[in-house]
């Protein structure tokens, strides 16, 4: 007989009602029940009432490699744990159970497998050089050895998605504020490890990070990546130790600066613009209101909410090692989101993270849609400065230019359970 994780209570107060069906995303791309939250659970409580009897009856109740695939068929994305009626706290619950799977040897799948032996060689899952990790550091931004600010910029920010990461820092040092990176220093947060089961590195790799901030005398971070300030944040605390300093997701961290006036507008963006929540920084993280106060105070901006936003928002596709696992399937997720997105009438769809960025466009191209996808740092770059322009063509070829012409200068986080109700109670 082989243990169980710690996950009774959760087995036995499942209803098998299906809720969670209805808003699965990954259902809707592999329409088996054995892939959905209930059917999941189904398997567990099977698997928790084995006894002896079943090898006398011949049945067959395992961890086989049907129900290790439909497991990883999951983005993680905990729109289930909106709508169960038991509150089963699936965010954490998938990931126990994937980490349960990967100590019998029965997980993770293969290409997770690669992504965590590329964290451990190289501090990255896209086996790039350490030492390359700040080539993208904007030339007109000075190092210091004494920043108010680390900038955290991910692995994908510093080796993919780097015009997310340059137009980030730009911004800051437009708004005067004194911020540096930790280059070679700065590991893999490790959020693709944990979110497929592989626990392993993050003691050693959160112990390193959160060192290196307080060696620099930094007093806060700031992670342009949903799922890096989820780590970073919340799982961080977990196997090492909460950071020492504030942690803030870019878009907080500079709804901060507006507040304070220190950021200011020199551009209109007349554009109808609608927001995509990503997982990790919406219904994981609890940060909802930060980007959409950002993106209202842009001169010109009419943002406008998709159906499905905030708790409810409809997970990109990309996230809970997913896209590395099932990468076509990733992006038809991503192209129903997108059309959701161009239904609005939106000329651009705005969001805040690398992964995000990256998945919807791809789901944008799928489809053909003409809707440019954005990341707000990318937006900020264009209407905080009158030279933005040139600044800004690296994303420009690829997004196509924002329209922008000269104005007036303009002057935390809740759990998911605790929202739940709230939910709830606008759904009815």
């Keep these: 007989m082989v243990k169980m994780p710690d996950i009774n209570r959760e087995l036995l107060a499942c209803l098998q009602c299906g809720y969670c069906v209805r808003v699965c995303p990954t259902y809707e791309q592999t329409p088996w029940e054995s892939v959905t939250p209930r059917g999941k659970v ?3 409580t099977q698997l928790m009432k084995r006894s002896p009897m079943d090898t006398l009856l011949g049945r067959k109740v395992k961890v086989d490699q049907e129900f290790v695939d439909a497991l990883f068929s999951c983005t993680g994305c905990a729109q289930c744990e909106t709508v169960c009626h038991v509150n089963i706290e699936f965010a954490e619950f998938w990931e ?16 997770h497998s690669k992504l965590a032996q590329s964290i451990k060689d ?22 210091t050895e004494n920043p108010d600010i680390i900038f955290y910029a991910g692995c994908t920010g510093s080796y993919r998605m780097q015009r997310i990461a340059k137009a980030g820092a730009i911004v800051l040092h437009r708004a005067g504020v004194k911020l540096d990176i930790l280059g070679g220093e700065e590991y893999c947060c490790t959020s693709p490890m944990l979110r497929t089961g592989q626990t392993g590195l993050t003691t050693e790799f959160a112990q390193n990070n959160i060192r290196a901030v307080e060696k620099r005398g930094a ?12 780590t970073t944040s919340t799982d961080y605390g977990k196997f090492f130790s909460n950071p020492t300093f504030p942690v803030y997701h870019f878009s907080q961290f500079v709804n901060k600066l507006i507040k ?76 129903e989101r997108v059309k959701e997105a161009v239904a609005t009438g939106a000329d651009i769809l705005v969001t805040t993270c690398p992964f995000c960025v990256l998945n919807l466009q791809a789901g944008a191209k799928q489809i053909g849609a003409s809707i440019k996808v954005l990341d707000i740092s990318e937006l900020l770059l264009d209407v905080t400065d009158p030279s933005a322009a040139p600044a800004a063509s690296e994303g420009a070829k690829a997004e196509g230019k924002v329209a922008a012409r000269p104005a007036k200068a303009e002057g935390a986080a809740k759990p998911v359970a605790a929202e739940k109700a709230k939910a709830s109670a606008q759904k009815a």
């Design 42 to 44: 189904f398997y567990l």
């Design 96 to 111: 126990k159970v994937r980490e349960w799977v990967v100590s019998q040897g029965k997980g993770p799948l293969p290409a």
């Design 122 to 143: 190289f501090g990255n899952p896209y086996n790039e050089p350490r030492e390359k990790r700040g080539d993208w550091w904007p030339s007109e931004i000075p190092h």
């Design 219 to 230: 007093q806060a971070m700031v992670t342009t990546c949903a799922g890096c300030y989820k």
């Design 260 to 335: 304070e006036k220190k950021l200011k507008f020199t551009k209109e963006v007349k554009a109808k613009i609608t927001y995509h929540d990503p997982c990790h920084l919406g219904r994981h993280g609890g940060v909802f209101e930060d980007p959409r106060e950002v993106l209202k105070k842009i001169p010109g901006v009419e943002l406008v909410e998709m159906p499905r936003n905030r708790m409810g928002s409809r997970c990109c596709g990309a996230g809970g090692g997913y896209k590395s696992g099932f990468n076509q399937l990733a992006v038809n997720i991503a192209a």
